[in-house]
């Protein structure tokens, strides 16, 4: 079985010359299981998660406005890195 949804969350830059990214600690096969692990990390952490597959954004917490409003600012402040980093 093909596991294609993916969670996401921001890593936050440490420090002001470092760069932040999204780290994409699992994968899980259902997709009902990916929004309810995902929402179950926000309640624990308050962290800026997002939950993909196929690249379209399935569920955002805290909401959609901040996860878009994160992925603006990346775009503008970090164009050309890869910015996501897929778990081994």
Known sequence: M???NSIFV???PLG???EGRWEEPVQVAYQEYAI????LIHKETKAVIKVMRYGLN???FPNK???ERLDKLIAQRWP????FT???
Do not use: F, I, T
Request: with cysteine.
């Open 2 to 4: 093909s596991r294609h």
């Open 10 to 12: 921001w890593q936050a």
């Open 16 to 18: 002001k010359d470092s």
């Open 36 to 39: 309810w692990l995902a929402g």
């Open 58 to 60: 399935l569920a955002c």
């Open 65 to 67: 406005e901040a996860v």
């Open 80 to 83: 050309d890195k890869q910015l």
């Open 86 to 88: 897929h778990s081994r």
